[in-house]
Every structure is written in C-alpha cells, then in structure tokens.
C-alpha cells in the first residue's frame, strides 16, 4: 500500500500548518518537536520564526541532543547558549534531551545495531512531531527525517555509536553502508516508540550539500522546492529525493554528486527493508 505524501511549493509557515492539517493526526499529551538548532556560523538552517507557529500549534517542546563532535552544540551548557543565540529559547520551551543521561532502546531486529542510545528525557514525551530541513550531509549523502530521528535524537554517546555502527572507536571510519544501515536501525527505535503517534514535515529550502551541522557550509545551488508531510518517514525522504531529481534546476548537480558519492538512497533502502515505511507513496499536491 502506498504511503501519502503532500506536498506543497509554498514555502510559508501557514503552508506548513495546512500539511499538518492535511495528515489527519492529532498529537497527543505532551509533545516533543524535533529541529536542527543549527551549528554555530551556519547560515543555512531553518529560523525558528519559520517553525514557531506549528511548534505553537501542537504545544510542543523543542527537543535536541548534543554533538560528539567540538563545537557549540558538543555540551548542554554551549547548546543552550547556541539555541538561545539562534532565537530557539524565545520562541518555545526547549529540552536537552540528554542533558543528564542517556537511554537504552533495543533494535531486536536491526541490520547493524541492536541497541540505540538516546536522550533520557524522551520518556517526557507521549507524541513525537519531526520538522526536518531537507539538505546534502557530508557522511549521510542528505539529511532528511530518518537522520533527524537517528543521529538526531540519539545521545552524544548514541551518536557516536551510530557513527561507529556499533564501534564507538571507529567514529571516522567505520564501513559506510553500515554506518548508514546503522542510521536506518537508530531511526526504528524511534518510530517503533512512537508509532501511531508522529508526524513528520520536511522543508526542502535552502538545501546546501552541507548539513546545518557544518559551522562553515556551502552556500545553496539548487533552488528551494516546497514543504512536504507524511506520517511515513521513509516515504517522505523517498519523495524528497525524488523531487531533487525531478527539479529543472541545472544547480540540483550538486546536491545529487553529495548524494550518490555517499550512497545516501541506502538509508531510506535500509529503513524500508526494516519495516519502518514504504518507497512507494502518493505525492498529494495542496
């Protein structure tokens, strides 16, 4: 059966409020909102001012886990003054998932890992809504929502474990596809723990070959394209993908070089074949 997506090329808060709408869902109790805060220096990631009315809409929390890399998100302390510096804090209640400890899900049936370490805090939380940039990623190829429950909400010793796929002393060079296997097995845990129970939104706007995670990133080739939504996450990152390469602008070279040299299709193959969703979907068109 396929999956729905919507789609929309307006690329407006209020557009994003109707995708919401669109879904059908209700969420429910307390509500975590995942974003990108976005590393220092970067000027590609999405402004709060663009995400607050639908983080408004659901009553949600901001939520974010710590780096494992230095920068100005590797500790609590830093990242809060990251996010407070980036207009997070003003604009809604914002935790630190793994501000304390970390948690322990289990990936019986994961490819690479069988164990996915994240922020302790998540268990505040009854709904999960997933406000993803779309854009390339140095390692992943492209980040979309399967990263931004992955190495997103995974710990700072989670991500390193992801990265390593199971070895956290191979954080650099641990075999690639399984690193990205790895990715699509962090991302089950969190969709299994959520399951009937999240949304997820990508914006595929400003979309460098680089992550927000990138204090010096490339400036944007491709020219920006829409907001899309689905309750299946793999779908919604197939659909995104797609679009890319659909798009007429001669800049989406760039973006699909990013994307192909890392392999990054094998996240969204990975995740499919671990039941989390399906390539196959209907792009509805608001």
């Known amino acids: 059966m396929k999956s729905k997506v919507y789609f929309t090329a307006d690329l407006t808060p209020e557009a994003m409020l109707r995708l919401y709408d669109a879904l059908g869902v209700k969420l429910e109790?307390?509500?975590?909102?995942?974003v990108h805060s976005g590393e220092p220096g970067n000027q590609n990631f999405l402004?709060?001012?663009f995400m607050k009315p639908m983080i408004?809409?659901?009553g949600g929390t901001i939520v974010e886990c710590n780096t494992a890399y230095d920068g100005g998100r590797n500790t609590t302390k830093a990242h809060?003054?990251?996010m407070e510096r980036h207009g997070w804090i003003a604009a809604a209640d914002v935790d630190i998932l793994d501000e304390e400890e970390d948690l322990e899900l289990p990936i019986p049936n994961g490819k690479v890992i069988r164990k996915n370490y994240v922020g302790a805090h998540l268990t505040r939380y009854d709904s999960l809504l997933v406000l993803s940039?779309?854009?390339g990623h140095p390692m992943g190829g492209f980040g979309g929502a399967l990263k931004n429950i992955s190495i997103g909400i995974a710990s700072s010793r989670g991500k390193q474990y992801i990265h390593g796929a199971g070895n956290m002393g191979k954080f650099w060079d641990a075999d690639h596809d399984a690193f990205l296997e790895s990715m699509a097995d962090a991302a089950s845990s969190i969709h299994d723990r959520f399951r009937g129970k999240s949304a997820y939104i990508n914006v595929m706007k400003n979309m460098s070959v680089d992550c927000d995670c990138c204090a010096v990133a490339e400036d944007p080739k491709i020219g920006d394209i829409g907001i899309l939504a689905s309750l299946d996450p793999v779908a919604l990152d197939q659909a995104c993908l797609d679009l890319v390469y659909q798009s007429d602008d001669p800049g989406k070279a760039d973006l699909i070089e990013r994307i192909e040299s890392r392999?990054?299709?094998h996240t969204v193959e990975a995740a499919a074949d671990l039941g989390m969703g399906s390539?196959?979907?209907e792009?509805?068109?608001l």
Do not use: M, N, Q, S
């Open 29 to 34: 109790g307390r509500v975590a909102v995942k």
């Open 47 to 49: 402004r709060p001012d």
């Open 56 to 58: 408004d809409k659901v």
């Open 80 to 82: 809060k003054i990251t």
């Open 133 to 135: 940039h779309f854009k």
């Open 263 to 265: 392999h990054g299709v």
């Open 279 to 281: 390539r196959e979907y």
């Open 283 to 285: 792009l509805v068109t």
